[in-house]
Each structure stands twice: as C-alpha cells, then as structure tokens.
C-alpha cells in the first residue's frame, strides 16, 4: 500500500505535496449526437479539498459531473477512485462508492415530505421498517444547521425555490458523501443561507470530505475553493492551485478574451413615470403596502433576503397571481388585472426566476420558446407565418448570443441559455414595463454582462425595468433605485448614491 | 422530429410539397401503414383495389372524427374517456327528438351537435374549474352521458332517417366521394391548419408542454382547455350524425368503446399522451393504421379472437417503431 | 304496509343495450303494472360477475321471485342456486344454466327457429346462390344454436355455396356493416347474408346498398327487433325470425308469480319464432308478439 | 394532507389507533363514503344489516383485489388498462387446461397465477425496455390477453369446479369470513404494510414524482416499474381464482372494462394520476364506494339507467371533494 502511494507520487510530473488524492478523471470525452462536449479533460480531487470548476454555460461542467456522478457515461476516459479504476454503472452506483451529486436542475419529490426527500432511495430502516423517527431527526436537524427553522413534514411542493434548494443541499449533506459534488448549489440561495452552507463545507472539509464546486459567482469561488479549474467549449483551458485568482484572469480565461467591466453604463432616467403602484396587497399574505412608481427609463430594483415576497410581488404586479387590495398604474391609467394576458396585452411581462417550472417549455425547440407570447405578432389575424417565426428565431437567438439553433429543443440548452431564450421572448415585445425575477440566475459572467448590457439598453430605450435579485452586487450594479423589502414589508426605497451593501442589508434584516 | 416543432420542419416550408408538410412529424407511423398495406396486398388479393380503398376511408370516418376531437385533447395534454358516450347521446337525440316530440328533423340535427358540445363543455368545466384530472371528469361524462342515451327512449334503438339524410354517408358522388367522406376530409384539414397555421392552435401544444408557462406566457389556459373539450364534444356529435346515416338508425350502445380506439389512433400517430405532441397528419395516419388493419384481416378472414391479438401487436409495434424513429 | 299489497319481483337483465332484452323488460313491466306488481331492474352489461352480485342484492331486497335473464357467453348457475338456497323461485329467460336449471325456462327453440330460416332462405333463392354469414359473438348459446339449425337446413340445400362466415364481437350493427363490406369486397358475387341478429342484417343489407352491386341480395336476420322489422317491412331484409318477446315477457311474469304463489310449472316453456316476411310484418310492427 | 405523506402522520404515529393510520390520507373518500351509507340507510331498510355488509365486502372482493395492483401502478405514475383481460385470460387458462388437456387442477391454478404474472412482465418490459407509454402498452396486453382468453376455447366458457373450490367464495367461514374475502383483507393489509413502512413500498412513490429524481438517488427504477406490472398482473390472477370461485365457471368475456373501475376506485381514493400519491387505504376505500354505490342502487331499485348518470356523478363529487380538502 505504501509503496503504491509511493510509486504514485514518484510517477507524478510535478511533485506535490498534500493529502492523497481521492478522484482522478483523465481524459474524459463526451459528445451528444456527435457534437463534442468535452474533450479529454482532466481532473484531480484531493481529500479536504474544494475544487471549483468555472465556465461559462455550456462550456461541460455538469456534463464533467453527471460522468462522475453516474448519471451519464463517458465516451471516452478513465477514473480513479480512491486507489481503484472507476466506472459507475448508475448513480446508485456512484452513491455507494461515496460519490454525490446536487443537480443543476434542483429536482425534488413535490408530493413527499422534506424528510422523505432528503432520505429518498436510502430511508433509514429499523427493525424490517422504516424509522421515521430517525429520518425526522436528522432531516432537521441538518435543516436548522442550514437555516431552514420548517417542519420536516412539511411536503416539498409548498417551498419556495430557495428553500427546495436548501432541501436538496440537506440530501447531500446527509449522504455523508466523501466527494460531494454541488452544481450551482446557491443559484437561488441569498447571502444568509450562503454562508451557513459554506459553513458547513468548511467543517466538513476539516473532517477529510472533497467537493467540487460549480458556480457563476466569482465572489464566492474565492472564499470556498482551495483550487480553480476552468473550462472552455469543453477543454480544461487553465488550472489554479489557490483559488485568490484576480477576477480579470479568471473572466479572461473563461471567456477568452478581456471583459472590461461587468456593470454598463445606465443613462439617468426620464421624469415621467410608467409604472406605479399604491397599498399593493397579496391575497394569500405574502405582503401588503407595497407602493411605488418606476419611471421611463429607470432600473428598479428589489433587494431582500429569500422569502421577502419580492417573487410575490412581482408575480402579482404581472398579473399571475391575485391582490386582494391597492392598483397597478400604467402610463397614468389603472390596470384591471385578470392574468398575465391582460397584463401583457397592457405592457407588463415578467421574466420568471423558475425557469423550468415557469419560464421554457423544455419539449419545444427553441424558436417555439421565443414565438410564446410573440404569437400575435408573427403573422396577421391570428394566422402564424412560419417564415417569420424562422426569422424571428434566428435573429432573436443572434441578439441575445444564445447558443442554440432555433430548431434544438431548449431541453438540451445550457441553463444559462435557457435563460436567454425566456427573456429574448419578452424583450421582443418592446414592453413598457420589464420585470426580471433573479435574471441571471444560474448564468456565465460573459453572458451576464451581456444580459446587463441588454437591460440597460431596455432602459435606456425608456422602458421601465423592475429587477429583483438576490444577488446585491448585481442590484447595486444596475439599479437607479432600491427597494428593500423584508417579511412582505416595504422597508424603504434607497437611490444608487444611498444604496451599498450596509444600508440595504441593514433594511433588510431589519 | 416531433410534430410539435412546428419551426424546425417550417424551414424548409417552402421547397416541400404539401404532401411532406401534411405528413410532418408523422412519418413513423406512416411507415408502419406502407408496410400493412404491403402485407395485405401480398395476402389477399382483392385489398389493393380503388374500390377497397373507398371501403376502408368510409369505414374510419366516424373513428376519424372522433379522433381529431381527440388530437386536440391529448395535446393540451389531456384525455377524453367521454367520446364514445357522447356520440351515443347525440345520435339518440338526432333520433328521439323527431320520433317522440315532433321535432323537426333539420332542428334535432342542429341540437344533436349542441348535446355534444354541451357534454364537451361539462369536461371542460369539470377539468377547469372542479379540477379534475381529465381521465375522472371525462369518466364521468362518459357514464352520465352513456345513461342519458339510454333514458331518451328507454333502452331502444330509433329507425328510420329521411332518404337525403343516409344517401349522406351511402351515396358515393362523383363515384367516389360521399358526403360524409367529405365532410371528414374537410374537417381533418380544418384541424391541420388551425393547430399548424393558427396562433391559438400552436397555443395548444404550449398548454400541454407546461400549462405554467402557457398562462405566464399570456395564454388563455383554461379557457382554451374548455373549448378543446367543447371541439371534441361538438366532433362526437358530427360523428353521431355521420353514424346515423350510415346505419340508418340510431342506438343507445353506439360508440362503446370508441374511445380507446380514438386515443390509440392518436397515439400511434405519434401524440404523446403528456401532451405537447402530435398532430392530424399523424392522427389520420394513425386512424388509417386502424382502419386497414381490421379491413386487411376480414379480407383475409382472420378470426376475431386472432384479429384481437394481431391488432394489440401492431399498435405495440408502431408506437415502438415511431418512439425509436425520433431518437 | 305498501310493499305487502305490492309483491315485488326482480328481473336482472342480460345487457339492455341489447334490443331483444329490452322488449322483454319492456313486456315484463308492462304486465306487471297491470297485475299491480313492482319490478326492480338490474342490468348487468353482458358481465356474469356484475350479475352475481346485483341478484344476491335482489335477494337482499326480499324480492317474491326473480326473472333471469343470464349474462355472458352461457349461463352461469350460481344465480340460481343462490335465490334457491335463499328460498326464492327463479325464472330463467333466454338461456338456461346446465348445471343448476331454474324452476321453469322460457326461451324461443333457437334450432328450429334457425332452421326454419334456413328453409325459407333456400326456398326463395331457388335452391340456388353464395351465401356469406355475419356470426354472433362466438361461443354464445344463441350463436350456436343458431348455427347448429341454419346449417342442419342448408345440409338439405346443396346448391347454396356457402364462401364467408365471419364473426362480429357486438352483434352490432355497425360491425354488421364493415364486415359485410369487406366481405363483398373479396366476394362480390354473393346472393345472400345471414345476419345472426337483426343488427348485423342491416348492417350487410347497408352494406350493399353501398356497394352498388350488379345483381340482387337477399338479406335475412334474427330475433324481429323493431328496427328488422321495419326493414322487412320495406324490403330491406327479406326475412327475419321474430322471436315473440312481448309474449316471452308476460309469461315470464306470470311464471314468476305462479311460483311465487307455490305452484309448479313446467321445466322447460319453449316458444316458437315465426317467420316473418313481408306478407305478416305488418301486426308485428303494430303489436309485437 | 395526502397518503404520501406518512412522515406528517407518523409524528403522532403512537398516539394514533390503527384505524386512524390505515386511512391516513383517505379522509376525504371517507367522508364520501360515510354519507353514502347514510343516504342508503335511509332509503332502503334493507341497506343497514350485517348481511347486506357482507354482501358488498362479497362483490367488491375481485374489483378490490385489482384495485391493489393498480395501487402501485398509478402510484408509480403509469396505467395499467389490462387487468380486466388478464382476469379472463387467467380465468380461460385455469377453466380450460383440466378441461381439455387433463391437467390436474392444482397444478392450473398455479398456471393461471403465472399466467397473470406473465402478461404483467410483459406490460413492465413493454414500458421499460420499449419505452411505450403505459398507457399503449397496456392496451397491447389489453387487446391481446382477451384475444388469448378468447382462443383458448374458442370463445366458450367452462363450467363446474371442485367442489372445495366454489367454496371458497361462497362458504362464510365463522358465520362471515369467506375464504376469499380473507384473501383480500390480508392482500390488502399486506400492501398497506408495503407501500407505507417498506423501503421499496416508499421508493414507488418516488418513482412517481419523478422518475429521474429517483433514479439519481440510486432507485433502480426500471427493475421497479417491472415488478409493479409483474405484481398487477399476479394479483389480476388471484382476482381471476375469486371470480371463477364466485361463478363456479370462466368466461372468456369476464372483467369487461373492469379496468375503468378499478382505476376509478384508485383515483377516488385519493390517488394522482400523475403518479406520486395514493395508498391502499385509499383505494380500498375507493373500492368501497364503488361497491355500496351499485349495491345501494339496487337495493332501492333505481332503473339501471338512471344509475348510471348516478354512478358519473358521484365519481366527479368523490374526487372533488377530496381536491379541496387537500388543498
Ligand atoms: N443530453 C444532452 N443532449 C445534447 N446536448 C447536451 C445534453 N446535455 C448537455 N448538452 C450540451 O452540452 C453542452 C455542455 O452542457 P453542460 O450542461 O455541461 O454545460 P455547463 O457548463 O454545465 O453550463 P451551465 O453553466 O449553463 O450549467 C451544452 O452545449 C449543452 O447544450
Ligand atoms: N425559505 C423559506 N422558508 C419559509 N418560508 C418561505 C421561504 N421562502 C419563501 N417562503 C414563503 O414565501 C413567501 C414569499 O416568498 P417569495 O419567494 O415571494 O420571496 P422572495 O423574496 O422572492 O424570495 P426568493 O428569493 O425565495 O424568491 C414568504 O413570505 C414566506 O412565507
Ligand atoms: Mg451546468
Ligand atoms: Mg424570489
């Protein structure tokens, strides 16, 4: 044994020292329908250690994982793990080898329990049945460790995105995996519950446990990861040993090129106001005494941590979900909204934060996704020209740099570009008001300077634009003005010159 | 391809005839019906003649009807058990009204199709509004409905249709085309355009892909969801009349069954019972696919048991043949 | 109380669907509302278990007797033997179960009847023609019958050609017609169809109509339903045997309250069918037999 | 609350009797069926006696017992349409081997059983390894398992079992308890144990909220989804020995559309057709309704027509209320 270990470091090119390895993938290859996806890509994980691996959408991180996880197989390559040759036949497989994965795509059991889904496939039995006991216990227990004070009763369709996220990050937790591997794991998380779960990475990392970590957030690959791996259109194009990279060179190795600045340069907006709202109030409780008014022109945004009811608001104020009281003011006229048609047809279009549940039809092709809710304009009388819906496809795909043909089925686009297609769709409607519900959720920083640059074009063509964000750097960067809310509550509307981090999370933990 | 992607077929509209268009996405089944064709054309000898031919369109056109009520159905991403009952419904009051009340013939036509539709508006409200699973609310009318035909005149069947009205599906004009026929083809073609050229059409097979995204997308969900059921109601009652005039008669026990012989012409045709997929080429495809093979056999004189086992392996192998295609 | 001054009987039916039971509900209701005597229905849908399941609730009821009508391809003797172990007198119409006989059996004599159709048939094609037949559900009793009497009179036929003989599924009419369509289709010179039942006779005499044919058909059904009736009437069939279910149904009634007034009758009730064609269609559709 | 959600129910688990837990999630049918009984009581005098209460546990026993398989089908988001065909074929095989090739009637019995469980591994590898809809591979089986029935005597019944056998359904042991009600309450009960404190039991419900989920949790989901159809199809013969047992004969025509009921029972119990929710305390409560429904009609002695207008709509009130109770 030891003289294996020995052999193994001796035949290593460049010697290192450190904690032995836990997972190699060497030369891992993978192409869908012969377009290739990863190309010999190598990979080293050692025990205690948080790998991340960045990219932009599309460049094979999830596809690196699902190969590790399972979940898919390779084409081409080989793994070691822990000192044996590797191929899992299924993700059951991987599980019982010590290997887990927390999917992009947060997917859970909506009709079982918290607890059901934390132990699915692996319930605790005693005595020839299952200990619910148990299972209850440490489900909430982990939850609390999370942040998450709910019952581990409570059945899963209830939750809101961000708490299903923490209950998929509680099932991998409890998997006691020695190689965890989290594929976007806070898209939809905020600050508060971002830090308990990189609480608990660091203890466990003390405790020997590995973990590859996949994320868009920059900031938050600095405080995490031990080492950086980048890849590029599915080739490992740059491998850090510590993870204080400058954020110039890690953009420029993603992207390939030098991206100057993330924030564009938002014009002052236009006095006259577009959208007001007055004494909002959800129906089912999610918040009440909402007023405020988006002028043409301006970037408003809407800070909170999770559960504030800014999804609920603004799901209100296009029409998608009931106000038992106040008025939504259109260019000075009050709307009467029935649905998000009579909001649409009025010039309020909403860009959903769940995007499979809510924003892409994931069956449908692409140019289908984008001529959903352009379908009056596209042809005459309510007849569809296919022409122009070819047309539209393409040029809206070219727009928006989408990676995808206007024939693909979005299904098999890269989160981040799922994204672009949902706002292309609305941004080609030419609104009055936009509202982007966490808009870069799960998405690159190349596209999201991108998408950063086309709100602020929105703006500057005197559209009034709501974002709601998580993410305070991307609403300080954008927004003329924020809003904080905080449990359904208006705490306050802060200019750009007010607005940084202390003041708005002082409102918003307030 | 699915027949969904309206787009990804559409760009190359232009250089293809109207026959690939009518046919997209539907070229899996169609095969299976080339190779059927084949077979009985090998195993008896009278299968491939004009004269058969007509036999066998005129023998779908009631399966046909009902089937395009059921392509709209099944791609918003429901199902209607209810058919068959609703066809039995209104061929009673084509036939009871007249009979027991007086009323006039042309006015108990017009109120056989409106039973239909009233049936089709009953699963409609149901699925929308009571929010019932499709397969209960349709359940549900299919026994109440199925009950009512029954009541109308106890039990017993109503003979005896004005001359013009059974010369309707008898009468083959221009030697070959029946009224009914026509009104079939007609009617399978309105479908074609409406669910390919129309915004509300293409609407449908957003409902059936995610009916969330469909609402947030400005679509009316619910009320379309109504009027899909309506449309298939409204169709049971046209197939009611064409039934009626072919046999002349009307009866209670009409149309039972029907129903899953409907979903399965859909479904072969290449609809996807979860919605989203499918189309009327497909569905015609899928009828014919039906039609041929129990026409092939009595040619052929296979015994019914036999036919039974036959017919339940060809669905199995173009359903599997059409799933292996669009991989 | 009420029920006392109005003695009950149970009547499980086959399949109302079926043309030929429902007469025989309607003639029993029809009596038994003149003897001043309260009928409860149950209709089985052609399945044996529902059957079981809806006398043993008859039974429940307290009903004085109980007309049955089997369900399924014969009939199943459970029925009987259970209103018998529960002291309840049973009439069997239709089909009788071999095994345990209900206390008196009323039915039209199928072979005969068959074979009388099979006589007429012979006698006005002049001994002569291709003769193609559209079958009941097979297995059933009166498919079988049907088929033993037909056959036993074209034994004594022999310039009839039989060339087809398909079997539908529902006796329906419906069926009648692609059948016999197709049929034509392979053999487009034939002459004559048997319809095993009414429906089926007009669904071929539908057929060819359609079909245009360069020579006369000679369409013939069973069982004198309303709608064969009526066809006869017209000329549509040539012939049909009426099977006398008004008749059926008042003696059934009448049977079922004789045993339940504790006499005996005979096993068996046997009723002719008659031959009906154009010359005596005409009381029939008036007033069925 | 639904019956999926034994983990909210258990917390109070060892408080609760075992009634309360057997229906855990089945309130709302419950309540359903409760009022039944009551408007039944009050209508017919006969209704409310233990023997007519033994009457209906006697006629839902086979509607029940396929009730159980397609328990688990729906749970796991399929369709099984074939049961009531797999019950005549098993019914023909257990009838027609002694009859007419000698074999000794044990030895059929077991066959028909296989024969059962055969037709069900064929409905799993249809929708596993073909990858057909449930929906279409059970209508395969559908068709031809009845076509099969069908040829094994060509069309016939059989008639007259051993004595010991017929006993079985119609000799009630303790003054209540037939044999094959028996059967049915430890099936069911051993279901219920299953699908609520066996891991595989949970896992089924898993694979009916998303089958991809489960597999990535390391289910093996296909092997599952097999088993499931193998085990309706098992319990659709078993449900085969009881009718032949109640009928003391075969036929080939038995469990005509049996399929509607049995999933209607399911579905009224409180199961999604969806897939992911139901249990075996549901459906037998389902199966319940179902069953004092036609029995309670004939009692009172409602025209067969009017029941079943009656019978659609109590489905449709069943199932909604339980919509809004859950919500
Ligand atoms: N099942 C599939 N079939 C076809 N193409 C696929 C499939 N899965 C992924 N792809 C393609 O493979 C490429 C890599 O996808 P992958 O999901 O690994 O990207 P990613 O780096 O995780 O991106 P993101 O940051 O957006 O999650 C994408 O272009 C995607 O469209
Ligand atoms: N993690 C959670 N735990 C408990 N309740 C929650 C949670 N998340 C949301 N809710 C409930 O949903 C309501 C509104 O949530 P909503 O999603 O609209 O807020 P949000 O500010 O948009 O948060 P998110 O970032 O999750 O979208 C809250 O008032 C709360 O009752
Ligand atoms: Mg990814
Ligand atoms: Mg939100």
Redesign the interface.
């Known amino acids: 044994m030891c003289a294996l270990m020995a052999d193994q470091s001796l035949s290593r090119p460049r010697r290192m020292e450190g904690p032995p390895v836990r997972l190699s993938v060497t030369g891992a290859r993978k192409a869908f329908s012969g377009t290739p996806v990863l190309n010999d890509v190598d990979l080293t994980v050692r025990e205690g250690e948080v790998v991340a691996l960045l990219g932009e959408n599309g460049a094979g991180k999830s596809t690196l994982s699902s190969i590790i996880a399972g979940v898919i197989e390779a084409d081409a390559g080989s793994m070691v793990w822990e000192g044996q040759s590797y191929t899992p036949a299924s993700p059951g497989d991987a599980i019982s080898h010590g290997i887990g994965l927390i999917h992009q795509e947060m997917r859970l059991l909506p009709d079982l329990t918290i607890a059901e889904n934390v132990f699915v496939g692996r319930l605790p039995m005693a005595g020839g049945r299952i200990d619910r006991e148990q299972m209850r216990q440490r489900a909430s227990e982990q939850l609390r460790r999370l942040g998450l004070e709910i019952s581990p009763d409570t059945l899963v369709r209830s939750l809101r995105v961000a708490a299903q996220q923490q209950v998929e990050i509680a099932k991998a937790l409890t998997l006691k995996a020695r190689l965890l591997i989290l594929d976007e794991p806070t898209a939809a998380l905020g600050r508060d519950e971002t830090d308990r779960l990189f609480a608990q990475i660091g203890q466990l990392k003390q405790e020997g446990f590995s973990f590859i970590y996949i994320s868009h957030r920059l900031e938050e690959i600095a405080r995490i990861a031990d080492r950086i791996v980048v890849l590029r259109d599915g080739n490992k194009v740059a491998e850090h040993s510590t993870a204080q990279v400058p954020v110039d060179q890690l953009l420029r190795d993603m992207v390939g090129r030098n991206i100057d600045r993330l924030f564009p340069h938002v014009e002052a907006p236009r006095p006259r106001e577009v959208l007001r709202v007055d004494g909002l109030r959800s129906a089912e409780g999610a918040f009440a005494d909402i007023s405020f008014a988006v002028h043409e022109g301006e970037i408003f945004g809407i800070a909170g941590i999770v559960g504030a009811g800014r999804t609920e608001l603004v799901r209100s104020i296009a029409g998608a979900d009931l106000l038992s009281a106040g008025t939504v003011t259109l260019d000075g006229k009050a709307l009467r909204l029935t649905g998000p048609d009579t909001a649409i047809h009025a010039g309020i279009v909403l860009v959903p934060e769940d995007r499979k549940g809510q924003g892409i039809l994931l069956e449908h092709t692409v140019a289908d996704n984008l001529a959903l809710g352009n379908m009056d304009r596209l042809g005459k009388r309510g007849w569809l020209d296919p022409a122009k819906v070819r047309e539209f496809g393409q040029r809206m795909i070219g727009r928006l740099g989408i990676k995808g043909r206007p024939g693909q089925q979005a299904r098999y686009l890269s989160g981040g570009n799922q994204q672009k297609v949902v706002i292309a769709r609305w941004v080609a409607r030419a609104p009055k008001v936009i509202i982007l519900d966490e808009p870069t959720r799960g998405i690159d920083v190349g596209a999201r300077a991108a998408i950063y640059e086309v709100i602020a074009e929105l703006a500057k063509s005197g559209m009034a634009v709501v974002v709601v964000s998580s993410d305070l750097e991307e609403v300080l960067g954008l927004a003329h003005r924020v809003m904080v809310l905080a449990r359904g509550r208006q705490m306050g509307v802060l200019d750009r010159a007010q607005a940084n981090n202390v003041a708005v999370m002082a409102l918003a933990t307030g | 391809m699915s027949s969904s992607t309206f787009v990804a077929s559409a760009g190359s509209d232009s250089r293809r005839s109207i026959w690939a268009r009518l046919l997209t996405g539907s070229q899996g089944p169609l095969i299976g019906l080339i190779i059927l064709c084949i077979v009985f054309s090998v195993t008896s000898d009278v299968f491939l003649s004009a004269r058969n031919f007509l036999n066998v369109i005129d023998q779908i056109t009631v399966l046909g009807i009902l089937a395009l009520g059921m392509t709209g159905v099944i791609i918003i991403g429901g199902i209607d058990l209810s058919v068959g009952s609703i066809l039995a419904l209104s061929c009673m009051v084509l036939g009871w009204l007249p009979q027991d009340y007086g009323v006039p013939f042309g006015v108990s036509l017009i109120l056989a199709i409106i039973a239909g539709g009233a049936c089709g508006l009953v699963n409609g409200l149901l699925v929308t509004r009571a929010k019932l699973p499709p397969f209960i609310a349709t359940l549900t009318v299919m026994s109440v409905a199925r009950g009512l035909a029954n009541l109308t005149t106890g039990g017993e069947q109503v003979v005896g249709y004005p001359d013009w009205f059974t010369r309707l599906a008898t009468v083959r004009y221009l030697g070959f085309l029946s009224a009914t026929v026509a009104m079939f083809i007609v009617l399978a073609f309105a479908g074609w355009i409406f669910l390919r050229y129309r915004g509300t059409g293409r609407s449908l097979y957003a409902i059936g892909g995610n009916p969330e995204v469909a609402r947030l997308a400005g679509i009316k969900v619910l009320r379309l969801t109504v009027w899909v059921y309506v449309a298939s109601g409204v169709l049971a009652g046209l197939a009611a009349l064409v039934l009626s005039s072919r046999l002349d008669s009307s009866q209670p026990s009409a149309g039972l069954g029907y129903e899953l012989d409907a979903i399965a012409a859909v479904v072969i045709g290449g609809a996807s019972l979860s919605g989203g997929i499918g189309g009327i080429g497909g569905t015609v495809v899928g009828v014919l696919i039906i039609g041929v093979l129990h026409n092939g056999l009595n040619l052929v004189g296979v015994s019914p048991f036999i036919q039974q086992v036959i017919i339940g392996c060809v669905i199995a192998v173009a359903v599997t043949i059409d799933k292996f295609r669009r991989q | 109380s009420a029920r006392a001054a109005e003695p009950t009987v149970g009547l499980a039916?086959a399949n109302?669907?079926?043309?030929f039971f429902?007469q025989i509900?309607?003639s029993v209701e029809a009596e038994a509302a003149t003897k001043g005597v309260?009928v409860?229905?149950?209709?089985a849908?052609?399945?044996?278990?529902?059957q079981?399941?809806?006398i043993?609730?008859?039974i429940?009821?307290?009903v004085k007797a109980i007309i049955y009508i089997p369900a399924?391809?014969?009939a199943?003797?459970?029925p009987v033997r259970a209103a018998q172990a529960a002291h309840i007198p049973v009439v069997a119409v239709d089909r009788n179960a071999?095994?345990a006989p209900a206390d008196t059996f009323i039915a039209t004599d199928s072979v005969a009847a068959a074979h009388t159709l099979g006589d007429y048939v012979c006698k006005i094609a002049g001994g002569k023609g291709t003769l193609a037949i559209i079958q009941g559900?097979?297995?059933?009793t009166p498919e079988v019958d049907r088929n033993k009497g037909f056959e036993a009179a074209m034994a004594s036929c022999p310039g009839i050609k039989q060339v087809?003989k398909?079997?539908?599924?529902?006796w329906?009419?419906?069926e009648g017609?692609?059948?016999a369509?197709?049929?034509l289709?392979?053999h487009p010179d034939i002459t004559i169809f048997f319809g095993r039942a009414d429906?089926l006779a007009?669904?071929a005499a539908?057929a060819t109509?359609?079909a245009n044919l360069d020579h006369p058909v000679l369409v013939v059904g069973f069982d004198g339903?309303?709608?064969g009736l009526?066809?006869v009437q017209s000329g549509t069939l040539a012939a049909t045997m009426t099977q006398k279910t008004q008749a059926m149904g008042r003696l059934a009634l009448d049977s079922a309250l004789d045993l339940a007034a504790g006499k005996t009758l005979p096993k068996e009730q046997l009723q002719t069918a008659v031959l009906t064609t154009k010359d005596n269609v005409t009381p029939y559709i008036a007033q069925h037999p």
């Open positions: 039916v109302l669907q079926a043309d429902n509900k309607q309260k409860i229905v149950v209709d849908h052609g399945d044996s278990a529902t079981v399941n809806q043993q609730d008859l429940t009821r307290g399924g391809a014969t199943a003797g459970v071999p095994d559900q097979l297995g059933t087809a398909q079997a539908s599924q529902e329906s009419q419906n017609f692609t059948i369509q197709d049929m289709q392979r429906a007009l669904g539908q109509k359609v339903d309303k709608a009526k066809a």
